[in-house]
C-alpha cells in the first residue's frame, strides 16, 4: 500500500524525518506515536503525497511519489482518506454536501441513502442539512472521518482524530476506525493518546510505531 | 495536471459550482470592471467605425477626380481652355472634363466673398474639372503637355487635399482600435487581480478539494466559469448602455461634420454585441491563469 525506504525530510531548518523505512499492508493497523512536533504530521503528509522526501523513497500503491503528476496525486488521494486534527471544510455547504464532496469531485453522484446511512453510523443522521462551523470538536471529527470514508479508500490515516474529543466520544471514534480495519482497511493513526493505544490493543492487532530523535521505532511494551 | 485539457467555460457543473462561495466583492468587481469598460469599448468602437466611414467618405469623393486651374492674361484665356479641352479629349485615362461655368466659379466662391462677386471683372483663373476613368491617367505626362499647350495651366489632382485627410482618418481609427486594445488588456488585469483576490480568499476551500481528491481542473473550472459568465454579463450591460449612449448623440449632420456621425449605421449595430463575447474570453484566460498559478504552488 505505502512504502518509505530510507526517506528523509527537511524543512529547511534541518532534518525533522531521517532514514524512516516503513510498509504498510493491506489490512493492517498501525498507530504512530511521539512528543509533539516530532514529524508525526510531516509523516502522514509524506504518506498521502501532500509532502515529497527530501531523500530516500516513498511509494504509495507501488508508485514513486516523485513520478506522480498532480492529477496522479488527486487520484492517489481518493484511494486515501485523511482525517485531520483541525478538520477542515466548506463551510458554506451543509454537512451532507461536505461529506459526499470526495465523490462530487470525482464526478460521481452520491446515493443520498448511502450517506444518511453513512451520518447514522458516526452518529450524525441529525445534522445533515448543518453548516459546519456550527457543529462541536467531536461531530467535525466524525464528520470528518464520515468524509475520509464515503469513497471506500484503501487506507485511511487520521492525525489526532480524538484530540478534540472527551473519551467517551474518543472510544466511539476508535470503534469506527476498527470495525473499518475489520473490513480490510488500512489505517494509520497518528496520536499521543497512549491510553487510546492501548484500548485499540485490546480490540485489534496494533502495531504501534514511534518516532524518536526523527526515526521510526517499533515501541514495546512500555507504552 | 491537464492544462492542455480545453473545459467548455459554460458547461453546466452545478457541483463544481457549488464548492466556490457564491458572493464577496471580487464578485461585484469583476461585474463592475466588465460593464466599465465595455461601455468605454463601445465608444472607441463607434469612433473607430466612424473614422472608417469618413476616410472612405473623403477618399470616394476626391478619389478619380481633377481640376486644371488656368491662369492666363484675359484675351488668351478662352484660346488656352480651348487647348487645354482639345488635349484632354486625347489623353487615355481621361473620361470627361469640362469647364466651369460662371455660375458654378461663383458658387465655390460665394462662401468666402458673397453670393455677388463679379467674376467677370476680377481676374479668377479657370477651372476645367476632370474625371478619370477606370484605368486612371498619367499625371506626370498630362503636366508635361499641359506645359506645352498651355503655359498657364496647372494640374491639381487633389492628392494633397486627399492624403493628409486620409492619413487623418487612418490615424482615428488606429486610436480607436489602439483603445479598445488597451481597454480590453486593462479588463484582462483587473480581473485577473479579482481572480487572483478570490482564489487567495478561498485557499482554504482549495486545500479541502485538493486533500479530497479534486484534480486541478475541476476546481479551475469552478472559477472559471463563475468569472466567465460575471464578466459576460456585466459586458452585456456595460454593451448595451455604451449602444444607448451612441444612439442618443445627435444624427449626421453635414454642419456637424464628423462629431455628428459618430454612431453605428446598419449592421454596424451589431459590432458592439461582440464585445460581450470578448469580454468573456478574456475572463476565461484571465481565470484560468490565475488559477493554474495558484494551484501550482499548492501541494
Not at chain 1, 498507530?31 to 504518506?47: D, R, V
Not at chain 1, 444518511?116 to 453510523?121: A, E, P, R, V
Not at chain 2, 461585474?31 to 469598460?37: G, R
Amino acid at each position: 500500500m505505502i512504502a518509505l525506504e530510507n526517506a528523509a525530510y527537511n524543512y529547511g531548518g534541518g532534518e525533522l524525518l531521517s532514514d524512516i523505512s516503513l510498509r504498510l499492508a493491506p489490512g493492517s493497523f498501525h498507530f504512530l506515536t511521539g512528543p509533539s512536533g516530532a514529524g508525526k504530521t510531516t509523516f502522514l503528509k509524506l504518506c498521502y503525497a501532500d509532502l515529497q522526501p527530501t531523500s530516500g523513497r516513498v511509494t504509495i500503491f507501488d508508485r514513486d511519489v516523485r513520478t506522480l503528476t498532480r492529477d496522479d496525486v488527486a487520484l492517489t488521494r481518493r484511494r486515501i482518506g485523511v482525517v485531520h486534527q483541525d478538520c477542515q471544510f466548506l463551510d458554506h455547504l451543509p454537512l451532507a454536501a461536505n461529506v459526499m464532496l470526495p465523490l462530487t469531485v470525482a464526478g460521481k453522484m452520491g446515493d443520498a441513502q448511502d450517506v444518511s446511512d453513512l451520518l447514522g453510523w458516526v452518529g450524525l443522521s441529525q445534522l445533515a442539512d448543518a453548516r459546519p462551523p456550527s457543529l462541536s470538536g467531536g461531530e467535525r471529527q466524525r464528520a470528518a472521518l464520515a468524509r475520509a470514508i464515503i469513497t471506500g479508500p484503501d487506507v485511511i490515516l487520521a492525525d489526532e482524530p480524538t484530540g478534540n474529543l472527551d473519551w467517551e466520544m474518543s472510544l466511539r471514534l476508535l470503534t469506527l476506525l476498527v470495525e473499518l480495519n475489520r473490513m480490510g482497511k488500512t489505517i494509520l493513526i497518528a496520536t499521543h493518546d497512549l491510553n487510546l493505544i492501548r484500548q485499540a490493543k485490546a480490540q485489534v492487532a496494533a502495531r504501534v510505531l514511534r518516532i524518536r530523535n526523527r526515526r521510526i521505532q517499533l515501541a514495546g511494551a512500555d507504552l | 495536471m491537464t492544462r492542455g485539457s480545453f473545459d467548455n467555460p459554460l458547461k453546466a457543473d452545478l457541483h463544481a459550482d457549488r464548492v466556490v462561495p457564491p458572493t464577496g466583492f471580487t464578485a461585484r468587481l469583476t461585474v463592475f470592471t466588465s460593464l466599465a469598460m465595455t461601455f468605454l469599448a463601445v465608444f472607441a468602437l463607434a469612433l473607430s467605425m466612424a473614422a472608417g466611414r469618413l476616410a472612405e467618405r473623403w477618399s470616394d469623393s476626391l478619389q478619380g477626380t481633377a481640376t486644371i486651374r488656368i491662369s492666363a492674361p484675359q484675351d488668351q484665356i478662352d484660346t488656352q481652355v480651348a487647348a487645354v479641352l482639345a488635349l484632354l479629349t486625347v489623353t487615355p485615362g481621361i473620361a470627361s472634363a469640362r469647364a466651369l461655368e460662371d455660375q458654378e466659379q461663383r458658387d465655390l466662391l460665394a462662401p468666402w466673398f458673397g453670393p455677388d462677386l463679379p467674376v467677370d471683372a476680377l481676374p479668377l483663373p479657370r477651372l476645367i474639372e476632370i474625371k478619370e476613368d477606370s484605368a486612371g491617367y498619367d499625371a506626370e505626362g498630362l503636366r508635361q503637355r499641359l506645359t506645352a499647350e498651355a503655359p498657364g495651366a496647372v494640374l491639381d489632382d487633389h492628392t494633397r487635399w486627399r492624403r493628409p485627410l486620409a492619413v487623418a482618418a487612418s490615424r482615428l481609427r488606429l486610436l480607436g482600435v489602439t483603445s479598445i486594445i488597451l481597454i480590453t488588456c486593462a479588463m484582462g488585469a483587473m480581473i485577473t487581480l479579482a481572480a487572483n483576490a478570490a482564489l487567495a480568499a478561498n485557499l482554504q476551500v482549495i486545500r479541502v478539494l485538493r486533500l479530497v481528491g479534486a484534480k486541478d481542473t475541476y476546481i479551475v473550472r469552478a472559477f472559471v466559469r463563475r468569472f466567465t459568465l460575471r464578466a459576460f454579463s456585466g459586458a452585456i450591460a456595460g454593451a448595451l448602455l455604451g449602444m444607448g449612449g451612441v444612439a442618443l448623440l445627435p444624427g449626421v449632420d453635414e454642419a456637424g461634420g464628423f462629431l455628428t456621425g459618430l454612431g453605428f449605421q446598419g449592421l454596424g449595430w451589431l459590432f458592439p454585441l461582440l464585445l460581450p463575447v470578448l469580454a468573456g474570453i478574456v475572463a476565461f484566460a484571465a481565470t484560468r491563469f490565475a488559477a493554474f498559478r495558484t494551484l501550482k504552488g499548492l501541494p
